[in-house]
């Protein structure tokens, strides 16, 4: 499955975005989504996760109560809505998909998109 992320800019802190990340060439309902980040010299790290139903979904401590993933199967889109953003957050975001059943580790996404610069300034 290829996926195309969106919705990426430039915020001042405590402002919102919203990411979105549209998918082609699958079957996107047999697909777990998450959103990771990669800053600066830092490794790539988990943002949050949905599964295939949008009925369970995870988050990392530093983002949880500001964000929220959803996902719309008929739309074949996942989006990552954020809110009370701080400087922190700033960082190239993407969506990876992994079959769904799979575990929840990095290694278990096999698809990525190209990811969506995300730019909070303070």
């Known amino acids: 499955v290829q996926l195309v992320e969106s919705g990426g800019g430039l915020v001042q802190a405590g402002g919102s975005l919203r990411l979105s990340c549209t998918a082609s060439g699958g079957t996107f309902s047999l697909y777990d989504m998450g959103w990771f980040r990669q800053a600066p010299g830092k490794e790539r790290e988990f943002v949050a996760a949905i599964n295939w139903s949008g009925g369970s979904t995870n988050y990392a401590d530093s983002v949880k109560g500001r964000f929220t993933i959803s996902r719309d199967n008929a739309k074949a889109t996942v989006y990552l809505q954020m809110n009370s953003l701080k400087p922190e957050d700033t960082a190239p975001y993407y969506c990876?998909?992994?079959?769904?059943?799979?575990?929840?580790?990095?290694?278990?996404?096999?698809?990525w998109g190209q990811g969506t610069q995300v730019t909070v300034s303070s």
């Open positions: 990876a998909a992994k079959p769904r059943g799979l575990g929840w580790i990095i290694t278990d996404y096999t698809s």
